[in-house]
């Protein structure tokens, strides 16, 4: 957890891996990891160069049953494997993407236990998880299973990642909750930093409502991984993202590393200008 317990440090992210794989035609796109390692790779890479140095595995959606619907069930442990292979190419911090795992007849998300554990065992390697887009307390209880039933997360941070959807000016998961909701039962499940990514109708803008709201509530690490907007738009907002709480800045669906880039160079910036300030009063 030692990248989450740097003080003062600001942590940038990478961006999206899905919506730059979907021109492929995959039954999923975390088939590329075996059927495109290239593309994977250039993709990591390129956010790598860009100046990201948290990077995601392209694995958001392998779990059983996800890739039952397309018969890759088989192959979980292949791709999953493949796809840390392909993130530890840029040398960076890698953490494990968990998506929500929804079985067939049921509607609560990680529901099933057993398909939860495999996903989880098959990540094995990677220095954390990060389960995200997730967007009811399902996820919460996910987390804590994460923690107290697969040995090799021990000491690894678990990221809790959630997608709102903007509606009369307030932000709420598909079941209503607030993320005032997620703050206050973040820690007690072992949610090791707290963020939003995605949703609906959730730009560059309102996620800074979100963090202000999670802010209020806990003091966990937080972070944020929009949507696109511009790439000017995302550096612009970076310095409200980081006073409004956020710790770790990335980018969710739509985003490259013409997004990347500019916030790498803010950070940069923000990093400079609180060294100056730190020898200043030393």
Not at 62 to 82: T, Y
């Amino acid at each position: 957890m030692a990248f989450l317990e740097a003080p003062g440090r600001l942590w940038l992210m990478d961006g999206a891996m899905g919506t730059r794989l979907l021109p492929l035609e995959l039954p999923c796109v975390a088939l590329a990891n075996l059927t495109h390692p290239e593309r994977v790779r250039a993709i990591h890479r390129g956010y790598a160069a860009a100046g990201a140095d948290v990077h995601l595995t392209n694995t958001f959606q392998v779990n059983p049953c996800a890739l039952a619907a397309h018969d890759l069930e088989d192959d979980l442990e292949r791709i999953a494997r493949a796809g840390i292979a392909l993130a530890r190419t840029t040398k960076g911090i890698v953490l494990g993407s968990v998506g929500p795992i929804m079985a067939e007849g049921q509607r609560t998300d990680f529901a099933d236990r057993n398909a939860l554990h495999r996903t989880l065992e098959a990540l094995d390697g990677v220095d954390g998880l990060l389960f995200e887009t997730c967007s009811t307390a399902s996820a919460l209880s996910a987390v804590e299973y994460a923690l107290h039933r697969i040995g090799w997360l021990e000491s690894r941070p678990l990221l809790l990642s959630i997608a709102y959807r903007w509606a009369n000016g307030e932000p709420r998961g598909i079941h209503g909750h607030a993320p005032e909701f997620f703050a206050r039962h973040a820690i007690r499940h072992g949610v090791s930093a707290l963020g939003v990514n995605c949703g609906i109708g959730m730009g560059p803008e309102e996620v800074c409502d979100v963090l202000r709201r999670y802010r209020e509530e806990t003091d966990l690490p937080l972070f944020v991984r929009p949507n696109a907007g511009t790439p000017e738009e995302f550096a612009r907002l970076l310095p409200r993202w980081v006073m409004a709480g956020a710790s770790m800045v990335g980018g969710c669906c739509g985003t490259t590393e013409a997004h990347i880039a500019p916030m790498a160079h803010r950070v940069k910036e923000w990093d400079t200008d609180r060294t100056d300030e730190a020898d200043s009063h030393g």
